[in-house]
């Protein structure tokens, strides 16, 4: 069974930078896709940002396209999600997800789910 357990996030002002990782477990093949959506209050949840094992591809969506940077390190079994120049918008509860499948940028397309941690950008 795939675990996914998050940590970082919280509150920070605009402009500012916060990190969150998440550390996975219980892939059963080295092929699968891993990443984070978000969930602001009151919208759908969406895909931020994914990368691939084993060839480390990394997707963005459109919204963070050079604020954030997703990175993994394979000894740690952990990705990162680098995000600098956060505005309000960023705001919400941010998932680890993975999924097996080549498609990955839909709630509909994951197969496992972390619990959420919370990013406010707020002054």
């Known amino acids: 069974q795939v675990q996914l357990v998050e940590s970082g996030g919280g509150l920070v002002q605009p402009g500012g930078s916060l990190r969150l990782s998440c550390a996975a477990s219980?892939?059963?093949?080295?092929?699968?896709?891993i990443g984070w959506f978000r969930q602001a209050p009151g919208k759908e949840r969406e895909g931020v940002s994914s990368i691939s094992s084993p060839y480390g591809r990394p997707t963005y969506a459109n919204s963070v396209k050079g604020r954030f940077t997703i990175s993994r390190d394979n000894a740690k079994n952990t990705v990162y999600l680098q995000m600098n120049s956060l505005k309000s918008e960023d705001t919400g509860v941010y998932y680890c997800?993975?999924?097996?499948?080549?498609?990955?940028?839909?709630?509909?397309?994951?197969?496992?789910w972390g619990k959420g941690r919370l990013v406010t950008v707020s002054s």
């Open positions: 219980g892939f059963v093949s080295d092929y699968y896709r």
């Open positions: 997800a993975a999924s097996y499948g080549d498609s990955w940028n839909q709630p509909q397309y994951i197969d496992y």
